[in-house]
């Protein structure tokens, strides 16, 4: 009777463990899940975001199309001798915006996308997670047999035999389970921390590219507008205000002044198209096209060509609209 007392709560202590080991597998299953559906909505957040300033950027970059056309307009005005440095800006300008579209282009491939289709990476790992409960359920149940068994025929060793394998059998298929679904989340985790690293370090790297030549153009920009020499273009406006009364050796000086301010703006011409050059090929070496179109030329601004639609699915030329799958 004593040893009966004794098997019996054995067995009950080994339910109770294999309970109490059930809870805390319970416990990080809900962890798990819990890690992997709150990436799912950070990287869902994330996507609207990254969608609205893909929005913005493409309306400032309109914008700026549209700026760079009106002061190159302002520029076929000028005298000889400033209207040579302020083409040399304008396209300084213009050459801004395309590095910016060039931005916008990478945003939405290297970043909007991916970020888009994560939510199939997550719905990946949940899965990964489903079969261990069910399979620490059969194990609990199985040992529940066994200890009946024991309890009500200890001296039927066949169907205590047959119980007891049916447990191990439960038991091997739970704890396989639950390995293969540890090495699932350790695989996931790993995942998700290069796959976060590359999508955020990919827009960081976009955003130092093209801050680092908008730099280097607006530099360049303003150093035409400071090469403007201030008396050839106060004796060029001299000679234009009294052209009509002017003698003829004055026009001729008037025509000299001008081919020599031409002569500078020709030398300024060629510094910025060595510039604007480099830039075609930084545009090209990262694998984007090189979209220097000249700006000047288009109609109000605006970039109506198709390679101005970023990627497959991205912002339009008007910088209004966003697929509307990244917002969904």
Partial sequence: MACFILLLNTSTQK??????????????????RERILSV???????????????????????????????????????????????????????????????HVSRVETQVIHPLTH???TCKLAKDGLKDRKPAREKEISKQKV?????????????????????????????AQVSKKAEEHMRVYELQKLKDAKSIFGDYLMSCMTF????????????QNLNGVDKET??????LAFHRRTAKPGLSQLGVSLADG?????????QSTTSAISRSREDLAASGRPAQ????????????????????????????????EDYLE
């Fill in 15 to 32: 339910t109770q463990k294999l309970q109490a080991d059930t809870v805390c597998l319970d416990q990080q299953t809900e962890m798990s």
């Fill in 261 to 269: 301010a031409a002569g500078a703006g020709v030398a300024t011409q």
């Fill in 292 to 323: 220097l179109t000249r700006v000047l030329s288009h109609e109000g601004g605006r970039r109506h060509s198709e390679a101005d639609t970023v990627g497959q699915n991205g912002v339009e030329d008007d910088g209004s609209d966003v697929d």
């Fill in 40 to 102: 799912e909505k950070a990287f869902a957040t994330a996507t609207q975001d990254m969608a609205g300033v893909v929005r913005q950027i493409a309306k400032l970059r309109n914008a700026g199309d549209v700026l760079v056309e009106n002061f190159a307009k302002y520029a076929d005005t000028e005298l000889p001798s400033m209207r040579e440095n302020l083409q040399a800006v304008c396209e300084c300008l213009a050459a801004v915006e395309d590095h910016r579209q060039a």
């Fill in 233 to 238: 273009y106060l004796e060029e406006f001299r």
């Fill in 146 to 174: 066994y200890d009946k068994v024991r309890r009500d025929h200890p001296n039927d060793t066949r169907k205590i035999g047959r119980a007891l394998e049916e447990m191990q059998t439960a038991r091997a298929e739970a």
């Fill in 211 to 222: 801050h680092a030549k908008s730099l280097e153009l607006c530099s360049l920009a303003f």
């Fill in 118 to 120: 994560y939510e199939k």
